[in-house]
């Protein structure tokens, strides 16, 4: 049977950063998925980099992700079309402008440059806003990047190094001896490797449910959707009512994500179902509101993916001691721009034990008290989300 230095379980953005950073140190790495390769999360997100400013936990890893973004399209040799013209946070009321004079000063808690502008600044970066228009937080840094584009070059810039991708091969458990991992049990059978990384998003809590580890990650259902192409309108990164998130590709398509009050809770036991709702609705009708002009445009393609929410809404990094050779990362709902920063972390972890990278308090640690009835105990709500 196949052996390998490190096994990476899940082929999402988490998975194939890791996996890219560790072949490309030596190692000889295989990733395995119960489906095709990033058909998840990785590839249905709407692209941006969050930059994390209200954690102090967070902030220098997403800066970290931030300065790799800039070179990634060379690091990977693939177009990612990593756009870099900041993001703005719009208000369309009164109230809004209150509610977003509060989330300033939890974004000024790092120096990333947010500061809040007019209404006329706003619509100098974004002409399309409506005349609702009131202000806006605004930071340069920051950007977006088409998460399809992401994906496939991950994977075939890992591919490019050697690395080996096994898909359509769910992985049922770690295969554990003498407290030291061994391999991971496939539906195809058992494959070894001393160190095995765990990046399946809601899945890794089943994984590591035989080692007594509570993994505190809820698993949610989103919906977005793209229209036909417009002509290029703006590159800055939009989210306003409701936590609406919208950018312009490229190709001009306006392609948008829901804000956390429509997440829907879904069971990642097995592959949830990912159906688009009248969910979809509620987006569009949001979306003219702010851009008017986004009337006139057709629906291109609408879908739903599934989000890793982690109790406290931030990115896991860890490294367990026991069993020796195991690690496991989720991306907490805004994995998408923190992988390149995950991946690196995660890959060093696996190799050496330890991480360069800035993880700061962001391993399992923190939640050493959590209770099984965590989600109940929490008053647990999806829609809590702070974008
Ligand atoms: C609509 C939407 C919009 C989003 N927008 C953004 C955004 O703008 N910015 C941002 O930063 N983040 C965003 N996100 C979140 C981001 O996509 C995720 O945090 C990130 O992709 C997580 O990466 P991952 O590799 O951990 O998970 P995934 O991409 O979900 O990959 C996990 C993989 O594990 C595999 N797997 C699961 N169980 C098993 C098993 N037993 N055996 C083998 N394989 C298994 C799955 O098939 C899957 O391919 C968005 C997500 C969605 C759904």
Redesign the pocket.
């Known amino acids: 049977m196949d052996n390998y230095d490190v096994i990476v ?8 950063s890791t996996a890219y950073n560790a072949q490309k140190a030596g190692a000889r790495v295989a990733v ?4 095709a ?14 930059l994390r400013a209200d954690d102090p936990d967070e902030a220098p890893l997403a800066e970290m992700a931030e300065k790799l973004w800039d070179s990634l399209d060379q690091e990977l040799g693939y177009p990612t079309e990593w756009t870099q013209k900041g993001r703005l946070w719009v208000a369309f009321s009164d109230k809004q402008v209150d509610e977003l004079r509060e989330t300033l000063k939890a974004f000024q808690r790092a120096d990333f440059g947010f500061e809040m502008i007019d209404a006329d600044s706003c619509r100098k970066l974004i002409p399309i806003l409506s005349n609702e228009t009131r202000a806006g937080i605004y930071t340069p840094r920051s950007g ?1 990047a088409n ?1 399809q584009r992401v994906s496939q070059a991950y994977a075939w810039a890992f591919q490019d190094v050697g690395g080996i991708i096994l898909e359509h ?4 458990s770690v295969i554990e001896e003498a407290g030291k991992v061994k391999g991971v049990n ?1 539906a195809n059978g058992k494959i070894f490797a001393e160190r095995v990384v765990l ?3 809601g ?1 890794n809590a ?2 590591l449910q035989p080692f007594g580890v509570q993994f505190p990650v809820a698993s949610v259902r ?3 959707l793209v229209t036909t192409p417009l002509p290029p309108m703006f590159e800055v990164g939009f989210i306003g009512l409701n936590g609406l ?1 919208i950018r312009q590709t490229k190709r001009g398509n306006l392609h948008a ?1 829901g804000g956390p009050h429509e997440w829907v809770d879904v069971d990642a036991d097995h ?1 949830p179902a990912k159906p688009n709702t009248p969910i979809v609705r509620n987006l569009v009708r949001r979306m003219i509101e702010a851009f008017p002009v986004a009337a006139g445009a057709q629906l291109l393609r609408t ?6 929410i982690t109790r406290d809404q931030k990115t896991i990094i860890h490294r367990f001691d026991n069993p020796e050779g195991l690690s496991v ?11 390149p920063a995950i991946g690196i972390a995660m890959a060093e972890l696996a190799l050496k034990g330890t991480t360069s990278a800035p993880i700061g308090r962001l391993g399992l640690e923190r939640f050493a008290d959590i209770s099984p009835n965590w989600k109940t105990e929490k008053q647990w709500n999806a829609g809590s989300y702070n974008t």
Request: charged share 10%; with cysteine; aromatic share 10%.
């Open positions: 379980v899940g082929s999402g953005l988490l998975g194939l395995i998925d119960r489906g390769t990033a058909y998840e999360a990785s590839s249905r997100a709407t692209g941006y980099l969050s977006h998460p091969m769910p992985v049922y496939t990046c399946a998003g899945f089943n994984l989103l919906e977005a998130s994500n592959e879908w739903a993916g599934v989000l890793d990362a989720a991306g907490a709902g805004h994995g998408f721009g923190m992988a």
